[in-house]
């Protein structure tokens, strides 16, 4: 296409396509970026320039764009069923999926019901708690628990129970407010305190909750390990044991929200490991179908379908979407699991993560920089500005003159990058960075 005519398509994309997370006036003075295709960790524009893909496409992306063994999956697959609802209805790539999820939990979550997005994903998690305790003779139970800078999606439902004040104010009226308890965050450390000081302080907070409510709370909702969306705040495992144990003694579901921490993200497949433990409800998206296709679920537990299965129908969990359990986001999804285990994904990624590590300790050292943080393949740090107003912004349109997708959150910078980066593209990605800070920071 010439440049004239792309051009014409992508100033009209202003108009027709309305973007996500965005105030359509900036782009008044940033230009959106036209990608043409993709390949491994890079995306490409229209004009020719590539952009080294370090969030993973919003942290879904996990073994590259326009990755061979996925695309195969999806092309058999096309050639055999794109879609069939799943009521009434079943296929094999759902059961297949189903089975292995379920295994790499032990067989503890051993059913999965699908949608299409994490928030989704959310929504049915807290419908199900909810519907489960009415079943079981607990209608009290009404409320959720989350944690304060807590991200679980921009639905109704689990915008209310979302803490980040940007997302959630405008909409207000609109929400069933869930409690907010106080969030681990190591950050949060006073001299001489661990990581396990903080968690231990956050869990006491939610007991004196549990001790007042418990009668009318239905579950606790976590991003077990790390809150990404809210800047990538981390704890020590041992919080997540301490709030399994809480739920256990007070009778309130658990719900793990690995939407964004699943995968492989924190260095095991599911971050709920770490501190071994699971949860009542897990809630997977994102990586899951190797960044491919909208594809969301929640694992649970034998009681809680138990609480469900009768013959009455309003027993039943009623709940549905369109494209639930589809096909093609299935396999993609198989694929993705087979690479984890013929590639040995989670050890490799050790040794991919440490060498990231290192080669961004200039940026760690940096007098301008503060908390520097990894868990498993994310990388983060806060940077301390002159001129905090429009950092993110300013650092995003430097990241693309130097090749990178990079987009803070606020003043965190990080990184998710898919887990297939060479070498060079580490080395790449760690020296650019720097440079993109200073730039930034001047
Ligand atoms: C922890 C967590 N939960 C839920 C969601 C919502 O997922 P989606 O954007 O697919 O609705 C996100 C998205 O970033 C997330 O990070």
């Known amino acids: 296409m010439n440049t004239a005519a792309q051009n014409d398509w992508v100033a009209r994309s202003l108009h027709s396509v309305w973007h996500p997370c965005t105030q359509m006036q900036h782009h008044e003075t940033m230009p959106l970026v036209a990608i043409s295709h993709g390949r491994g960790a890079w995306l490409m524009d229209h004009e020719g320039r590539r952009y080294l893909d370090a969030i993973s496409s919003w942290w879904v992306n996990l073994f590259g764009h326009a990755n061979a063994r996925i ?9 055999k069923l794109e879609h069939a609802m ?17 295994a790499r939990t032990g067989g503890v979550l051993g059913h999965c019901f699908y949608a299409s997005d ?13 519907h489960a ?22 639905t109704i439902g689990a915008l209310a129970v979302t803490d980040v004040a940007l997302f959630r104010e405008a909409y207000g009226p609109l929400l069933q407010r869930a409690h907010v308890v106080a969030s681990p965050d190591a950050r949060q450390a006073q001299a001489g305190e661990t990581a396990a000081d903080v968690a231990r ?3 006491q907070d939610l007991r004196q909750l549990l001790e007042a409510r418990a009668g009318h709370i239905a579950a606790v909702i976590v991003e077990p390990l790390v809150q990404c969306a809210s800047g990538m705040a981390m704890h020590d495992p041992v919080y997540l044991q301490l709030v399994r144990a809480l739920c256990d003694e007070f009778g309130v579901h658990l719900i793990a929200d690995e939407i964004a921490v699943g995968c492989g993200r924190t260095g095991s497949f599911f971050a709920c490991e770490q501190a071994a433990i699971w949860p009542d409800f897990l809630c997977l998206s994102k990586g899951i179908s190797g960044g491919y296709l909208p594809l969301s679920l929640v694992m649970t537990r034998e009681e809680i379908y138990q609480a469900f299965y009768h013959a009455d129908v309003a027993r039943g969990f009623l709940h549905s979407h369109s494209y639930t359990g589809n096909p093609l986001a299935c396999r993609a999804a198989l694929a993705t699991l087979a690479i984890f285990d013929e590639d040995n994904v989670l050890a490799m990624n050790r040794v991919r993560g440490d060498k990231l590590e290192a080669a961004l300790a200039p940026i760690a050292q940096h007098p301008q920089v503060k908390n520097f943080r990894r868990q498993g393949m994310i990388f983060a740090f806060d940077a301390q500005p002159a001129q905090a107003e429009g950092f993110a912004r300013r650092f995003f349109t430097e990241a693309l003159q130097q090749e990178l997708l990079l987009r803070p959150i606020g003043n965190t910078v990080y990184m998710m990058p898919p887990y297939i980066l060479s070498d060079e ?18």
């Open 71 to 79: 695309n195969a999956a999806l092309k058999d697959q096309l050639d």
């Open 118 to 130: 994490g928030a989704s994903a959310v929504e049915i998690a807290l419908k199900m708690s909810f």
């Open 425 to 442: 593209e580490i080395a790449l990605l760690a020296t650019r960075t720097l440079t993109v800070l200073e730039h930034t920071l001047r």
């Open 86 to 102: 799943l009521a009434g209805f079943t296929h094999e790539p759902v059961v297949q999926l189903s089975e292995q999820l379920a």
């Open 201 to 203: 302080h956050a869990a």
């Open 133 to 154: 305790w009415r079943n079981l003779g607990q209608p009290d139970k009404q409320e959720f628990v989350c944690l304060s800078g807590s991200y679980h999606g921009e």
